[in-house]
């Protein structure tokens, strides 16, 4: 099992070797705004436990396992940063968020915001009471819609409201 710290780690060396090939310790240490001496000490780590191909003053690779932990975080960032988004969160305080939470969320829970954030994005009709939502949150007011008349809805309707 791997710490919030090596995930980090993998999924900044995955996003850079992906556009170069290898990822160099000036590399992560920008992209994470950690010290250089950090890094290195991190790389000894993650070559230990077999999650990179490391050689001093070198470019860093990942193994095969250092991939697939690297592939599962960065899609757990992805949901999460996509289920804070569609609930209205900032895209930059969401993004932030998703960094902390991928670490501790159980994937039970995961499982479930991902079938979530795929059903609000639904075309049909998946984001209808999501816009209700966004309404009481922006003024506090609760609007009940009947389905047997969506036309009469100040949200959805022919009259509804303008903001």
């Not at 992906?18 to 590399?27: E, F, I, L, M, S």
């Not at 070559?47 to 003053?57: A, C, F």
């Not at 829970?109 to 949150?137: A, C, I, Q």
């Amino acid at each position: 099992m791997t710490t919030e710290r090596a995930e980090d780690y993998l999924e900044a060396i995955e996003a850079i070797a992906r556009k170069k090939g290898y990822a160099k310790v000036k590399d992560v240490s920008e992209r994470l705004g950690v010290g250089l001496s950090s890094v290195t000490e991190m790389f000894q780590k993650l070559s230990e436990t077999g999650y990179i191909n490391y050689e001093k003053y070198s470019g860093v690779t990942l193994t095969q396992s250092g991939k697939e932990i690297a592939k599962i975080t960065k899609e757990k960032h992805r949901v999460l940063k996509n289920f804070l988004s569609v609930l209205g969160v900032d895209e930059r305080i969401a993004d932030d968020d998703a960094c902390r939470i991928e670490h501790v969320v159980n994937p039970e829970t995961l499982e479930v915001l991902t079938k979530f954030v795929k059903f609000v994005n639904m075309p049909k009709d998946g984001s209808r009471w999501l816009d209700h939502f966004k309404h009481f949150y922006e003024t506090g007011e609760y609007i009940e819609c009947s389905p047997m008349r969506p036309e009469d809805c100040p949200i959805h309707g022919k009259n509804k409201a303008k903001n």
